[in-house]
């Protein structure tokens, strides 16, 4: 069946620090990828996503590339903020579905310190 | 519009007591999900529908769960009987009809059963 995997977490970094947040996928076919973004007590926001092979999703300054060749949809942020201190999860959508039928990875605490 | 709107936010209650949680999804949406998040199994799909109609209750974990669409306004979770390890937050999602938009999450119900 699919799956994604994240990276362990939780991150911690310092504001204007660079993020990378390192996800993989398993999945038959074309799936579409996403990255949502929950902050503390909300439910989640989509935050990008790429539907095909070397698509990039970007959104807020944070980028995603769909690489189909490693299975992964690393996501990147050049300079976080105190204000990106959220949950991070990893998501995909078989093809052909709907794509709020997700499968998703376990998430990333990421914390931005001043 | 006012988004996906789940009541209780908060839900406490006893083991084997009936548990229902609710949810109003963004009007015209055709797509009903149903998340359960838990700290050892992320977030999992128990349950979604389309046009009011179930279409896959594979996530569903027992017949302890059921889940209804009376309505295209309207959708109950039930969990009856309730028990501890069912505690978790439950999110409701809607999306539009078409396949190729994302979904929209409500702020989650957070269930304990103690």
């Known amino acids: 069946g699919d799956s994604v995997t994240q990276m362990e977490g939780p991150v911690t970094l310092s504001e204007e620090a660079f993020l990378t947040i390192n996800c993989t996928y398993t999945?038959?076919?074309?799936?579409?990828l996403f990255w949502y973004v929950q902050y503390p007590g909300e439910g989640l926001q989509l935050l990008l996503k790429a539907t095909k092979a070397d698509d990039k999703g970007s959104n807020k300054g944070f980028e995603a590339t769909y690489r189909k060749e490693t299975t992964s949809f690393h996501l990147e942020k050049g300079s976080v903020q105190v204000s990106d201190s959220a949950v991070y999860f990893c998501a995909l959508s078989d093809e052909g579905t709907s794509y709020g039928k997700l499968t998703f990875g376990q998430g990333t605490i990421l914390t931005v310190h001043p | 519009d006012a988004g996906v709107i789940q009541s209780p936010r908060h839900e406490v209650t006893e083991m084997g007591q009936e548990v229902t949680l609710r949810c109003k999804p963004i009007?015209?949406?055709?797509?009903l999900f149903w998340y359960r998040q838990t700290m050892m199994r992320g977030l999992e799909l128990l349950i979604y529908f389309n046009n009011n109609v179930p279409i896959d209750d594979s996530g569903m974990p027992e017949d302890r769960f059921s889940a209804k669409m009376p309505n295209a306004s309207f959708s109950t979770l039930k969990i009856q009987p309730s028990e501890p390890r069912d505690s978790a937050v439950y999110f409701c999602a809607s999306s539009p009809a078409g396949g190729n938009t994302e979904a929209f999450f409500g702020q989650g119900t957070r269930l304990t059963v103690v």
């Open positions: 009007s015209g949406h055709d797509y």
């Open positions: 999945a038959t076919g074309y799936p579409s």
